[in-house]
């Protein structure tokens, strides 16, 4: 979209934005041509919504909800869904103070798994520093967000180490716990534990490759091509869920097959 320049350009000379970046599949080169923009606006309080609502009301013809910061939940921090000449544009904020603290603790191997609407897994702390990383800086008038892509350029080796050993005790763990919900025909927190669990391989089969998990689209996907990955890993893990079925035997099987596969990334991930 040419006019995604001009327009970051204009969200910078808000109060309050700092920098604008394109991220999501636009800024990775996954994405079709129906994909979203998602631009985010990196911020300092005070953050100037009511002149962010005038540019959305300019740029699509017509009133905009654009939220306040937290709008949308405390970590997808609010922003307003637009489209500009029949293009769908997101606008998705992004506090840049939070995110130098999120890339601290990346470097000190901590992370936080918050929950949030929408990401059914939970927002990753670090996948704050995994958008600057793959994100495309289309206005930074400091320099600061250029600075911080440098940087988190470079996967940090503790938060890789910490990642890795969550996996490590966290699938086994919630598989054995799942156990007791097949044993009842509880398909419901059977599927949720088997969810988690593939959830935890896939975020470990990243940071061995020193890769940057976004959110938990296609994540799966991604961790099967990675050269670490088991092989069929996206096949397996995908069909954790078709052989579910709805009896404590289909969920003890399914439960088996969740084994192995955890079994062989975790034997992958200490070669």
Known sequence: ??????????????????????????ATGSHGPDSDFDLGLYYRPPLDTPALRLLAAELTGGPVEVTEPGGWGPWVDGG??????????DWIYRDLDRVHRVWRDCLAGR?????????????????????????????DPGGELRDLRELTRHYPEPLREALMDNA?????????????????GDVFYVSGCLFRAVGLLAQALHAHARRW??????AVLAAGELAVAPADFAGRAH???AALGTTPE???????????LVADVLTRLDR
């Not at 350009?9 to 636009?26: H, I, Q, T």
């Not at 929408?118 to 600057?132: I, R």
């Not at 490590?168 to 009842?184: N, T, V």
């Open 239 to 241: 069909g954790l869920f």
């Open 1 to 26: 979209m040419e006019r995604l320049a001009e327009i970051a350009s204009r969200l910078a000379e808000v109060d309050g934005v700092v920098g604008v970046c394109l991220g999501g599949s636009r």
């Open 168 to 184: 490590r005790w966290e699938a086994p763990f919630i598989l054995a716990a799942a156990r007791k919900g097949a044993a009842r």
């Open 80 to 89: 307003g869904w637009l489209t500009v000449d029949g293009h769908r544009v």
């Open 250 to 260: 289909t969920l003890t099987a399914a439960l088996d097959d969740a084994d192995r």
């Open 111 to 139: 992370f936080e798994i918050g929950m949030q609407p929408g990401h059914p897994l939970g927002v990753y702390s670090h996948s704050y520093a995994g958008e600057v990383a793959v994100g495309q800086v289309l206005a």
């Open 213 to 218: 998990v976004l959110n938990e689209k296609g």
